[in-house]
């Protein structure tokens, strides 16, 4: 047997050599295999092309994976001279990379010259590992725009442009601080590519050559072609005048795009900087030959970063508005000198972005700490960088995963082998009568094309292009158009709280200052009484992050309003005298007197969301003492305050003004004792935020934006969920929702805390019922609201609410998973949440089968706006770019906006997909009865048909506007339902009985004939001879009884299913409303009839029908109208009535599938849900929860 497990161990092992993931655990990951190219199989390839005349090369084009296959043999990735990638999400695409060598023997340098034998003096480098000695040559890839070289120790390959982030933070001051040798900068230059973030602007003959070889033109050019042949010219010429209209549009607006995306960025390209190697000094050079671990000089100037930095000396003033939305100056300090071994963005936790300087932003304002200027270290190139990142979003953007477009191509694939059944039916009925083998093959292949209407994927586009006009009139702009669809199934919108829900600005309400662990009395600040000076008023003085740039102060809008309600100034830094990097603030001529010249800022600790505080380093001019202020979140800001300074009733007169809605942002203060020698500003935060006295609570008045509660009632009214996610206090966020109506006055709150585990302490979890008149405080300096036993809610499952701190989300996901479904059932605020939950939480909502809206401001939100179905910005900052959906209407109006569009545009999407694959059906029917007796639709028939009534009513059926009131439900989401296939199955029988019956009763009327005279009439009561004809005509292939009755017959039954599919209520407006539309249904109507009693024989003869007696016609015309009566009363009474689907539901015991459905129920039947007044614990870390019962009755010891 031991040759068997050493079969499997080779096995194992040569899949390992072979297979391989790249950005493991990113949203980018990727499996890679690797191939070698086998010249035999290439050559028998060649041969297959050329036999197939080229169709096996264009099958490869659309399937590179089949070409690699056939092309290649597996092989390690280590011998691979071609590499197959596959994405991990459920598309699993493909696409194929050569892998190439770079050749550093160029740059004459010498391995022997090194005495460790390494060319990168950082021996961490991933650089070291992939070069090849000694030919010193490195094998790389290039994929996305991101280049990976080959890692010879580890066998993988690994993304090059960017320090390692094992990196500690002496390391980055040690290794890189004085820059890189030249000879190390060209090898990184090599190796890593130029510092450029470069977007090709397409040429237009590959635009167009990609857009030709498109499936749909394909299969459309082999349609025209067999039909050109068969005489259908003016048909084919119609639609060949369409196609080169419609892919000169789109290669004219992907050609813009390629350009408005190329000098967005070509800028970045062509920065002039200052930059620092070891053996040259410092010089200017252009910005496209910086790499990774050179030293940036930043000078006084603005600049905008051609590169992602980090800082080492100094700080800087930076606008981030390209990446968070909001254009506020954001302060940033340098990288500490920490002596552990720890990588440096552990070291600095969640808050590492202060101390980087990001690409694309802008550096307004340095400031130089007493060592020299302000350095910076290059950390990430090109597309690495964070606007790299944004750019390849916008080029290789996550496809769109809608059952609509899944189930459009199973319907077209359905269409398809209906027209390789026809195809059989023409062989075997012309090869029976015996017709020529080229007339079978033609009539075989021509019936193949019927059944798939090639403007298919084109009309289900037109739907989504009107919408998307519809919401650019209403200022709300569409970079993914794909998603207009997906709007249209909305049923949970999560929001941000300030800026989306709320008002931008804050107004001052009040402080509320504290003495002698007691507060005092307010001070209003609506009165106009100027602040008293105290340590109250130093720090809403000097703790903030303003500045003042071309003598104006710039900040966070809370920064400004807290300044200026002291009625202080800033000073321009350069004004006085030895402080030429600090922020110099004075009494204004309207504060209240102070005994202090001023106040210089010496240091800050920025605000991080976090850690949910910020802090200075204060000195009064003119002495020598340093202070400490701080300032955010009050129950953070406590935690740092000796117990002694924090009032007893701290809890309670928190929770009066958070009740209220207020924002409350805490205050507290230390006198630093600092050394002489000791630098300001290489103060560790750490050692300083501690033992901090309380000042007091300042109180700030965030108002509802007038639009919050109407929109919030529309949505709920729609039984659409609105989610609160923001970073706000719990309490402050919970009032806010219950003031917009997010939550009913009457519904109960149920409160969840969970903390981590501590020591032999699992990790818990607690559920209050939050109770707005009880208060109680907790032992020493921890508070809590002791919640009163009471009553339980009703537990019905949609009457309470759970609301819960990004902290305790953090702890549930990672130790109470099985409960988190459970808890997003019936999640409504989630506050004190980071980026990084935001969309997290967004996903596990999607995991629950939600389709998600996100709605915020930009700032924090670009994650969850970019992992949601459909996220909308509120902001025009280019950080919109990572949203799907930007308003400029800055409230929460565009939300069902945007989700009424959406409704609108998948039900037309349906509408004409339905139209369509009848319209194919119907003539399918048609011309297989003409088949049966070698016959066909005349040219002009057929011409009438498909450009008179198919292509403009699949150019305006989309027109309807959105109806104006959101329903409470939504469209459906599939094509394959039991109502659409119902409603097209039984139009495909209604339209077989009626050609069938025509084709069949025609034969039976006295005046038929099989080969009839075109010229004149027939009379009822007059027989014709069969025989006597036959003598004198030769058969014709148009010219039939049968075609003249079925085309009508079909003609008007195409514009009946167009007037029956465009159904208005509940989604759309009424049909009479799209004007242009209705017209034509009209005028393509009054046209059937003209021709159907015209008695005209240049009509008859134009369009190859017969004429039949009045009597006849008539008959049509009342069949025609019978079908319309059944069609219409089927699918608007039967098919359309929600009511008898929900009953048929029912008797059937059907139930969603949606997991989030399935948990309603179960949550629905369960008694001890929701838990209340009661403590959770993880057992053993396993996600298994058991109840502390001593808890239970805790309360009435």
């Not at 005279?1013 to 069969?1026: D, F, H, K």
Request: aromatic share 10%.
């Amino acid at each position: 047997m031991r040759w068997i497990e050493s079969i499997a161990l080779r096995g194992e092992k040569s899949w390992q050599d072979h297979h391989a993931v790249l950005n493991q655990g990113e949203e980018s990951e990727l499996e890679i295999f690797g191939y070698k190219t086998q010249r035999s199989r290439k050559a028998l390839c060649i041969v297959g092309y050329i036999l197939s005349c080229g169709a096996l090369l264009l099958l490869f084009y659309w399937k590179p994976a089949w070409d690699v296959w056939a092309n290649c043999a597996p092989c390690s990735l280590q011998d691979a001279d071609l590499v197959l990638l596959r994405t991990t999400d459920e598309f699993q695409r493909y696409t194929r990379k050569k892998v190439t060598w770079t050749d550093l023997s160029t740059l004459t340098v010498s391995v022997s010259d090194k005495p460790d034998g390494l060319l990168i003096a950082d021996k961490d480098s991933i650089i070291n590992r992939a070069i090849m000695k000694p030919e010193l040559k490195v094998r790389c890839i290039q994929v996305q725009k991101i280049r990976y070289i080959w890692d010879i120790s580890a066998k993988q390959f690994h993304k090059v442009g960017s320090l390692e982030d094992s990196n500690s933070c002496n390391d980055m001051h040690q290794k890189f601080g004085a820059g890189l040798t030249r000879e190390e900068q060209n090898i990184r230059r090599l190796v890593c590519g130029p510092n450029a973030i470069e977007i090709e602007i397409r040429p237009i003959w590959k635009l167009l050559f990609k857009e030709i070889l498109n499936p749909f033109y394909v299969f459309q050019a082999f349609t025209l072609t067999l039909w050109i042949t068969q005489g259908y010219v003016e048909y084919s010429v119609a639609i060949i005048i369409l196609s080169i209209i419609s892919i000169s549009l789109t290669v004219f607006d992907l050609r813009q795009q390629s350009v408005k995306l190329h000098n967005l960025v070509e800028e970045h390209n062509r920065v002039q900087v200052k930059a620092c190697t070891k053996d040259e000094g410092c010089k200017t050079l252009e910005s496209h030959l910086l790499v990774p671990g050179d030293v940036l000089v930043l000078e006084g100037k603005k600049l905008s970063l051609p590169c992602d930095a980090v800082l080492i000396d100094g700080g800087c003033i930076v606008n981030e508005g390209m990446l968070t939305g909001e254009s506020i100056p954001v302060t940033k300090t340098a990288l500490p000198h920490a002596d552990n071994t720890m990588p440096w963005k552990t070291h600095s936790v969640e808050d590492y972005r202060r101390h980087v300087l990001f690409c694309g932003t802008e550096v307004i304002q340095t400031k130089p700490s007493g060592r020299g200027p302000v350095r910076a270290v290059v950390l990430q190139t090109g597309f690495n960088t964070a606007k790299g990142d944004l750019v390849r979003s916008i080029l290789y953007p996550k496809p769109v995963n809608f059952k609509l477009y899944r189930d459009a191509f199973k319907f077209i694939v359905g269409l398809a082998v209906i027209g390789v059944l026809g195809l059989i039916y023409t062989v075997c009925v012309y090869a029976y009568r015996k017709q020529s083998v080229s007339d079978t093959i033609t009539m075989a292949l021509l019936l193949l094309t019927v059944p798939v209407p090639p403007a298919i994927p084109a009309a289900l586009t037109t739907a989504i292009v009107y919408a998307q006009r519809r919401l650019k009139q209403k200022k709300i702009f569409c970079i993914s158009p794909q998603r207009i669809n997906i709007c249209g199934q909305i049923n949970l919108v999560c929001f941000d709280k300030t800026g989306t829900l709320t008002e931008d600005g804050l107004d001052l309400w009040g402080v509320i200052p504290s003495e002698g662990s007691r507060f005092q009395n307010v001070h209003s600040f609506t009165s106009g009484a100027p602040l008293p000076w105290g340590p109250v008023c130093g720090a809403m003085a000097s703790c903030h992050s303003l500045a003042l740039l071309d003598g104006k102060i710039q900040g966070d809008p809370l920064d400004l309003k807290m300044f200026e309600g002291t009625n202080w100034e800033m000073e321009d830094p350069s004004d006085t005298e030895g402080l030429d990097s600090c922020i110099v603030i004075k009494p204004g001529p309207n504060a209240s007197n102070a005994p202090v010249e001023g106040i210089v800022i010496l240091h800050q600790f920025p605000f991080s969301s976090a850690l949910q505080r910020m802090a200075v380093v204060t000195q009064e001019v003119g002495k020598n003492q340093y202070d400490l202020y701080m300032k955010g979140a009050p129950e953070m800001v406590a935690s740092f305050c000796r117990p002694e300074t924090v009032p007893t009733d701290f809890v309670k007169e928190l929770q009066v003004y958070t009740t209220q809605g207020f924002r409350v942002i805490a205050l507290a203060h230390k006198a630093l004792n600092v050394g002489k020698d000791v630098a300001v500003d290489s103060l560790e935060r750490e050692d300083v935020e501690s033992g901090l006295a309380f000042l007091g609570l300042l109180i700030m008045e965030n108002r509802l934006k007038r639009e919050t509660k109407p929109v919030l009632e529309e949505l709920s009214a729609a039984r659409i969920r609105s989610v609160m996610v923001t970073g706000d206090n719990l309490q402050t966020a919970v009032t806010v929702a219950k003031n917009s109506e997010m939550i009913p006055k009457s519904s109960p709150v149920i409160l969840i805390e969970a903390n981590e585990p501590e020591g032999t302490t699992p990790a818990s979890i607690t559920w209050q019922l939050m109770e707005e008149s009880k208060q109680a405080t907790a032992e020493t300096n921890e508070v809590y609201v002791d919640i009163e036993t009471r009553t339980p809610p009703d537990r019905d499952v949609h009457s309470h609410h759970f609301a819960m701190n990004g902290k305790s989300y953090q702890v549930i996901v990672k130790h109470f998973s099985s409960l988190l479904p459970k808890i997003l059932v019936n999640g409504t605020v989630f506050a004190r949440m980071s980026p990084n939950q935001k969309s997290s939480l967004v996903e596990e909502f999607q995991n629950l089968n939600y389709y998600v809206g996100m709605c915020g401001d930009g700032a924090n939100d670009c994650g969850a706006l970019k992992a949601a179905h459909a996220g909308i910005s509120l902001s025009e900052q280019e950080a919109s770019v990572a949203s799907p959906f930007t308003s400029q209407i800055p409230n929460i109006e565009c939300v069902p906006e945007l989700i009424r569009e959406g409704r609108a545009a998948l039900v037309a999407s349906f509408a004409v997909f339905k139209y369509l694959t009848l319209y194919g059906l119907i003539q399918f029917i048609g011309t297989s009865l003409l088949f049966w007796q070698l016959q066909i639709f005349g040219n002009y028939q057929y011409l009438i048909e498909d450009v008179g009534i198919t292509l403009l009513v699949c150019l305006t059926m989309s027109l309807t506007h959105a109806y104006p009131k959101l329903a409470p439900y939504r469209p459906p989401g599939q094509l394959i339902s039991p109502p659409l296939l119902l409603s097209i199955v039984l139009n495909v029988c209604f339209t077989t009985t009626i050609l069938f019956g025509g084709f069949l009763l025609v034969k039976q009327q006295p005046w038929y004939s099989e080969t009839p005279n075109p010229r004149g009439c027939p009379q009822p009561l007059a027989p014709v001879s069969t025989a006597t004809t036959n003598a004198t005509h030769v058969p014709s292939s148009v010219l039939s009884y049968e075609g003249t009755t079925m085309w009508p017959l079909a003609t008007i039954n195409c514009i009946i299913i167009a007037f029956v599919f465009s159904k208005g209520k509940p989604f759309r407006k009424p049909i009479y409303t799209n004007y242009i539309f209705s017209l034509f249904l009209l005028l393509q109507l009054g046209i059937c009839i003209f021709i159907l009693f015209a008695d005209i024989d240049a009509v008859y003869r134009g369009m190859e029908l017969l004429c039949t007696p009045t009597m006849w016609r008539v008959y049509i015309l009342i069949t025609a109208l019978v079908t319309f009566c059944v069609s219409f009363v089927v699918e608007d009474l039967v098919l359309q009535n929600r009511r008898l689907w929900l009953l048929i539901k029912k008797c059937f015991g059907f139930r969603s599938k949606s997991q989030y459905r399935k948990w309603q129920r179960k949550l629905a039947t369960d008694p001890t849900w929701p838990p209340l007044q009661r403590t959770d614990f993880a057992e053993n870390g396993k996600n298994e929860i058991y109840t502390n019962p001593a808890y239970e009755h805790s309360e009435e010891k």
